[in-house]
C-alpha cells in the first residue's frame, strides 16, 4: 500500500486539496488560512507547498493531505486513502487480511447502506406503490432529475423486505441490524424471522456524509396512510451515523457554500430538495434534531456566515433563536429570513421562487432580527416590559463568546431601552446563561518544557539548527557530514541528536518521510511547529549560499555558548580552590581554562 500512498502525493498538491475547503493566502514560501478546525480571528494554519504539510500554531493539529482529509471529513484513513485515490487516478489493491478490523467493518455497513438506498430507488421507479410517491413528489414540486440526483427512494409495505433483500445478497443479518435497518425481536434466536424492516410503507430520504456516501435514512409515512404513526422516523444511532454530526444535503451544499460564503440553514429534506432545485445548492437542513455544535463546526468548515429559515410559527422561532445563540458561541454571522406567508421554504419555492430568494438576499442580522421581535407590542417606557425584554435577550447577549460583539449588542439594547451600559451588563450578568456550557474546554498544547524561567540558550540553538535541517533536505544531509564532530561534541540533548543524525540517515534526510515514520504524535506536532517557525523566520533567505551561511553561524554561536557554559563551570571550581588554598588543583583547573578558551 506504501506505492500507492506515494504515488498519490506525487499527484496531489495540498494546497489545492486544502484550498477546496479554506481560503489560503500566500504568506511568503508558504500559505495561511484561519483555522477550519477552532475559532481564530488571526490566521494561525500554514501549508507547506514544499513539504505537503500543515499544521495549526493555535489547536496543534497538522499533518499531511490525509490527514486533512481524516480531520475535515470525519473519514478513516482507509476511506480518506481512498477519496484521494480517486481524485488522483491511483487504482488501489483489494483489502489485505491485515487491516484494521473496525475500518472492515465500518465498510461493511456503508456497503450495506448502499445496496439499500439502490433497493429503495428501484421500488420508488419500478413499483406501484412506489409510482404513488413519485405523483406525490412531483405535486410537492419536486422533478424527476432531482428525485433522482437526492436518490430519493420508497419502502414497501411488508415486514422484512429489506432484510431478506440483503441477506440475499450474502449479508449477515447481524451487520443489516447493526446498519439501522432491521429492528430484532427482544429475547429471540438470531434467525431471520426474528427480525423486521425498520422502514415500511415510507418516503426514503438516504443521508449522507460530506463526501457523499449514504450513512443512514430519514423515512416518511406515505401521506394519506397511517398518520397515527410517528411522521417521520430516523436511522438510530450506529457506527458511521451519528445525528449530532448529520447536516442533510451537506455533500450537495458544502462547495457552493465556500464559493458564495454563506449557507441557508432550514428544518427538513423537503426545503433542501426544492431551494436545491430552484438553484440554491448551498443549502442543508439539522433533519429532525436541534442545531449543535458539532453540526456547526461542519458549516464552519465552508463559512462563518450563516442565514437561517426556520418555520415562523412559535416553535420554528423558538428553534431560530435557541440555534443562532449556539452560532454566536461559535462566533458565527447569523442572518434570519422570513416570509409573510408563514410556508415552509419548500412551499415557497413553489409559490414564488424568486420572491423566496430576495428574501433570502434580504435576510435581516439576527440581532436586530430577535431585538425588533422582541420590542413588538412592548411598552419601553413601562419598567415591567423592560424587564421582560432583558429576560428574553439575555440568553443571546450572553451567549456571544466575543466580546467586541457582546459589548456591541449590550449598548445597543441599552439605547433602545434608554438605561446605562453598566445597569444593563450587570443585569445581564445576573442571568448568565452561557450557550455554550457543554464546549469543549480549550485544549491548547503546553509543551511541559516550555519554561520560560529557565531558557536554555544552547538547547535553543540547537534547535533552530534542527528547524533549519528539516526545512532544506539538501542542506541536511551535507551539514551533518560536515558537522558531525561537532554535533557529538556540543549536542547534549539526545532527542535532536538522533533525530538529526539517526532519523535523518533511516529516511534520507527527507522531512515528509520523517513525519511518516514517527509514531510520536507530540513529536510530530513539535517538528511541524518547528518546521513553519523557520520557514516565516527565514523566508527572505532564498539562495543556498545565504542558507549555508545561517547554518555555519548557528554552529558558531553553539560552540561558543558550549565553551562559556564550560568556562562558567571551571571558573566557579576555581573560585572553590581559592577558598580551599589548593594550589594544585587551582593551577590545573587554570590550565584548562586557557586551553578551553583556544579552541
Known sequence: MSQEIEAIKAKLNIVDLIGEYVRLQKAGNNWKACCPFHNEKTPSFSVSEDKQVWHCFGCGKGGDAFGFLMEIEGLSFREALENLAQKTGVELPKYSARENITNLEKNKIEDILEEATLFYEKQLWETEGGKKILEYLKGRGLEESTVRDFRLGYAPDGWRNIAQFLVGRNYKIGDILRAGLVIHKEGKSQEIENFYDRFRNRIMFPITNPVGKVIGYSARIVPGEDESQAKYINTPETEVYHKSNVLYGIDKAKMSA???????????????????????????????TALTLEQLSIIKRYTKNIRMFFDMDEAGQKAAKRSAQLAFDKELNVSIVSIDSGKDAADAVKEDVQKFI????????????????????????????????IEELSGLINSFSNKIEREHWTREVAERLNISESALREEFG??????????????????????????????DIQIQIMGTFISDNSIWK????????????????????????????????????????LNNLEQKKFLRELYFKNCEKNEEIVSAKDRWRVVDQYFVELK???????????????????????????KRLTSKLMDLNKI
Do not use: C
Open 258 to 288: 465556500k464559493e458564495k460564503d454563506w449557507i441557508l440553514l432550514v428544518e427538513g429534506q423537503m426545503d433542501v430538495i426544492a431551494t436545491n432545485q430552484a438553484g440554491i445548492k448551498n443549502t442543508v437542513a439539522v433533519s429532525g
Open 358 to 389: 430576495k428574501a433570502i438576499d434580504g435576510s435581516a442580522v439576527a440581532m436586530n432580527y430577535f431585538i425588533e421581535k422582541t420590542l413588538r407590542g412592548r411598552n419601553k417606557s413601562d419598567i415591567e416590559d423592560k424587564k421582560k425584554i
Open 560 to 586: 561558543r555558548e558550549v565553551i562559556r557554559g564550560k568556562s562558567a563551570i571551571i571558573i566557579n571550581e576555581i573560585k572553590e580552590a581559592e577558598k580551599r588554598g589548593d594550589k594544585e588543583e587551582l
Open 478 to 517: 551535507e551539514a551533518t557530514r560536515k558537522y558531525k564532530g561537532e554535533i557529538s561534541e556540543y549536542f547534549n540533548n539526545p532527542k535532536i541528536v538522533e533525530i538529526i543524525l539517526d532519523k535523518g540517515k533511516l529516511y534520507d534526510f527527507n522531512f515528509e518521510k520523517l513525519l511518516d515514520g
Open 430 to 459: 445576573k442571568r448568565n446563561f452561557s450557550a455554550s456550557s457543554n464546549k469543549d474546554h480549550n485544549l491548547n498544547y503546553i509543551n511541559p518544557s516550555n519554561n520560560k524561567n529557565s531558557y536554555d540558550k544552547i538547547k
